[in-house]
């Protein structure tokens, strides 16, 4: 039971921060949202409360503080400035951390006091209310210039934290002995609890202080380790708030979390309940049939097994999807911290975030989604002074669009920068020899996103934390072609970029197109089909090697799949007729021949032992009604 309200705890907590967050970034446009102020305050007093209740102390006392700064916002004793936004989002940074390093059972790695103090300036002395002792424990007085001064020195400052033994009866002289043995190796600045306590042996099991030395850590904790009846020494260097702040502007919070947990509504468990019982109605009326052998019945029954199965996979696939929502809700955030970084304004708008999607699948878009933004900033929108130049407004635009289309997701991240300079991409894919400019049509977005997404690739002239390494476009392609969707491009220059990600709407079921090669059944998924054609054999042509088959006005190229598998055709080229399989590929369509089609069928994909997953154009499997095996093709990456 415990473990399940440990689980409740931390999955309404996510729930919570999601909210905070989008709350703040409203709040940093709009200082006087009085709104926003009171739904960040009341989601901090329930995680007060939530954490209290679960016995996380350290959070509850977080959360506390926090819940202070927003009520003194919210009595409008403080005015939020930008520096003050700085100093909340860092906090709400901070205790995000600490959720998850106490959901994933790690030691707390945030330095709680040091965000407590930084809150508590922000709170009015008149509203300041008297803190528990975290904070008389944080030696305020050490600042940054005292820290330099000991470098200076060739000293560092050391947190030393001592736990005693439980059954330790002096603790006191334990203590003594320990602060005496320390001293002779640099100087104590402070000791939490005082050394009065300490002394008197009026604390825990536990104390720490704060050690000026030219020692290395690993002394300090062998010296304190002679001394009987010590149960624990942890030795940490001293970090101050103002460093704590500059290394973290130079890393990237993950923000996109694996999603852990989901709430499914009773409805549906109720709804997968009865039909359940519908089956196993059903089947006790297809076992007496089968004994009475009264065949007549046996079509019926049939039916309805097929209905009921049918009915229950619907709603089992129900019960997998999450609104686009759930990832996207974290984006207003993202693009916050990413533009103030770059020095850029930028107004993030998302539309039609309901939209359900496979749980899986959202799992594994996260990332290439937020790559996708990051270069939306730091290569599409333009500086504010920029902007103003070539007569756009200051604030940059980027769009994030979710629809469905049959059984696809379409996801469009567009934005009003500068759009891609195809020149400066084909110069600088000709200079580093991945192509030959001759080769590359201007106007073709593909042969553009080929490029794009070639590993190394980047036209940035400097390496920054959020660009230039080449790494990016190609990660997102290859996490498309894994989930067997696809990315294209669209780009103007001057007027602004967009990348459309067609995603299946799950993994577990799809629907695919059953064809017959030779003896064996494949599957070709439905997303990437674009037609089914029969053609003449003598309409198909040669150029340079390659067949080809004109389809309209377009010229597509034709692929044997026989030939291409290793398989033995059981058709003969000569025949009039022959089926041929057009499918959107990487880069252009592309037709597959084939001895049959036999139709569309919504097919369970089953993962394929590692013997097999590297061979090259096999995603996964099936198997069929009859119990035979079909393999799904990877028509992205077949040839």
Do not use: W
Not at 97 to 122: A, F, G, M, N, Q
Not at 188 to 199: A, T, Y
Request: neutral net charge.
């Amino acid at each position: 039971m415990e473990k399940n309200y440990r689980e409740l705890f931390f999955s309404e907590s996510q729930e919570y921060l999601k909210e905070i967050n989008k709350a703040l970034v409203n709040l940093e446009k709009n200082p006087h949202d009085e709104q926003s102020i009171n739904e960040i305050f009341r989601h901090m007093h329930t995680l007060k409360g939530m954490a209290a209740t679960m016995g996380y102390k350290e959070l509850a006392e977080f959360a506390h503080h926090l819940e202070d700064t927003f009520d003194n916002f919210r009595s409008g004793k403080s005015t939020l400035t930008p520096e003050i936004m700085d100093v909340v989002f860092e906090s709400i940074d901070a205790f995000t951390t600490v959720v998850e390093e106490l959901r994933e059972e790690k030691p707390i790695s945030v330095d709680i006091p040091s965000y407590l103090v930084r809150l508590s300036s922000l709170v009015s002395k008149e509203e300041r209310k008297e803190y528990p002792q975290v904070l008389q424990e944080y030696p305020t007085h050490i600042d940054e210039e005292y820290i330099k001064k000991l470098r200076k020195e060739n000293k560092e400052l050391l947190k030393v934290e001592v736990t005693l033994q439980d059954d330790c009866l002096l603790k006191g002289a334990r203590a003594f002995l320990i602060l005496k043995r320390v001293r002779m190796l640099g100087q104590i600045i402070q000791v939490i609890p005082s050394e009065d306590k300490l002394k008197a042996g009026t604390f825990g099991n536990s104390f720490h202080f704060f050690l000026a030395t030219k020692e290395p850590p690993e002394k300090i904790k062998e010296e304190v380790s002679k001394i009987l009846e010590v149960k624990e020494i942890r030795v940490s260097k001293f970090t101050s708030s103002a460093e704590k702040v500059e290394r973290k502007k130079g890393k990237t919070t993950p923000y996109i979390k694996k999603i852990q947990s989901m709430r499914i509504p009773v409805e549906r468990l109720d709804k997968i309940m009865n039909l359940m019982g519908e089956l196993a109605i059903t089947k006790s009326r297809l076992t007496q049939t089968v004994i009475s052998k009264d065949y007549t019945a046996l079509e019926e029954t049939t039916y309805l097994i097929e209905r009921l199965v049918s009915s229950l996979q619907d709603e089992a696939l129900k019960m997998r999807l999450l609104p686009v929502s759930y990832i996207l809700d974290n984006f207003p955030r993202i693009v916050r911290d990413l533009s103030r970084k770059e020095g850029k304004e930028v107004d993030l708008d998302i539309v039609g975030s309901e939209i359900e999607l496979d749980r899986v699948v959202l799992d594994e878009i996260g990332d290439p989604l937020v790559h996708l933004i990051r270069n939306a900033i730091d290569h599409g929108i333009e500086t504010p002074q920029e902007r103003r130049k070539i007569g756009k407004p200051p604030r940059g635009k980027i769009l994030i669009k979710v629809s469905r289309e049959k059984g696809h997701i379409i996801i469009e991240i567009s934005d009003d920068g500068r759009g891609i300079d195809i020149d400066k991409v084909v110069a600088a894919a000709a200079e580093k020899g991945l192509i030959s400019p001759q080769e590359v049509s201007k106007n073709d977005y593909r042969q553009i996103l080929d490029i794009l997404t070639m590993p190394g690739f980047s036209t940035s002239e400097k390496v920054t934390d959020v660009s230039g390494r080449g790494v990016g476009l190609d990660v997102v392609r290859n996490k498309l072609d894994a989930l067997g969707g696809r990315l294209d491009l669209e780009t103007q220059r001057g007027k602004g970029t967009k990348f459309i990600l067609t995603l299946p709407l799950t993994l577990a079921i799809i629907k695919a197109m059953l064809v017959v090669i030779g003896e064996q059944i494949y599957a070709i998924p439905l997303m990437n089909i674009r037609e089914t054609v029969k053609v003449k054999e003598a309409e198909l042509k040669r150029i340079k090697d390659i067949e080809v088959m004109r389809v309209r006005e377009e010229i597509v190229p034709i692929l044997r799949l026989d030939k291409e598998l290793g398989m033995k055709t059981l058709a003969t080229y000569e025949k009039e007729e022959i089926s041929v399989v057009i499918v959107e590929g990487r880069t252009k369509s592309m037709g597959l021949v084939v001895d049959k089609v036999i139709g569309e069928q919504d097919i369970v994909v089953k993962p394929l032992g590692s013997f097999v997953k590297r061979i090259r154009g096999i995603a996964g499997g099936t198997i069929l009604g009859d119990g035979r095996i079909a393999l799904i093709l990877d028509v992205v990456n077949i040839k």
